[in-house]
């Protein structure tokens, strides 16, 4: 993807993406202390629309994830979403994209830490293109790599550096001949996917790994579970899951901004249900799609329309 042209946020101000450096020996690089979000937005041709998901629930997570690296933020959360749109709008996009904002430890010196570091903050949109393919059902293994454990380095913060542990178990997945990995914690519970959080179906309650399981904890999980109660009157449980309890489910799902709803086809081989999407799946992908792409009115308090502003009424 040729990126050069694109309209970034960096350095205070609005540059051409090919026009930002960022030094070797920057310390967000050498030793992942940056943190970042995955944010989307979707393109509506009929509402000549971009619907920007989720953006205060993003960008409160981005200054958990600063706080917790002692990373200052430019801005305010408000302010964070005013530059977002304006951003939109400098690019002009008319298709699905993905907004990558991110902050980082700027120090280009050796030496690991956090304090006395000047700390730097960009956005980037990109166009979005398909992260996993979840039009058909994913082959899942429980990985050989477990999760980072809060005693290490929290989870719950979004940090560049934790993506390490991410990376080693999506590749082990992929190269094993798997679409993605499940991720347990030091303690053999379930915790997540590489880049996805987990929620199984059964007897007709839906679970979730609950927060202390080192999960991050994910935009699109907790709507998920917001529609699940409210909307398919379900029980939800948040709790510790065992990794025979995914070989039982009725249902297996992943949630990810980037990923969306993701139905599990098997989980180490051993068929999930009949192996087909089931019905919680289902209808919680359709009512997920509709409110993310403005279908559906009572939601849209989740979304941001970037180009509102710029239509005069008449
Ligand atoms: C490790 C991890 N878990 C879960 C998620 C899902 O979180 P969200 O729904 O906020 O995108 C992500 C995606 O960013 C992730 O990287």
Redesign the pocket.
Known sequence: MDLSSVTVYAGGGFARYADVTVGLLTHGLQYGTGCFE?IRGYWSADDRELFLVLLRDHYERLTQSAKILTIGLPMGVDELIETTVELCLRNDYRTDIYIRPFAYKAAEDIGVRLHNVPDAFAIVPVPFTAYLDTSKGLHVCVSSWRRTDDTMAPPRA?ITGLYVN?ALAKSEAILNGYDEAILLSHDGHVS??????IFLVRRGVLYTPDPSQN??E????KAIMDLARDELGIEVVERAIDRGELYCAQEVFF????AGIGHVASVDRRTVGDGKIGPVTRRLNELYNRIVTGREPRYESWLTRAYASTRVSV
């Not at 997540?192 to 959080?197: K, M, P």
């Not at 949630?255 to 980037?258: F, K, W």
């Open positions: 995955g979004k991410s997540e996917g590489s880049a996805e959080n999960v991050l994910g935009v699109t999980r949630t990810g901004t980037a």
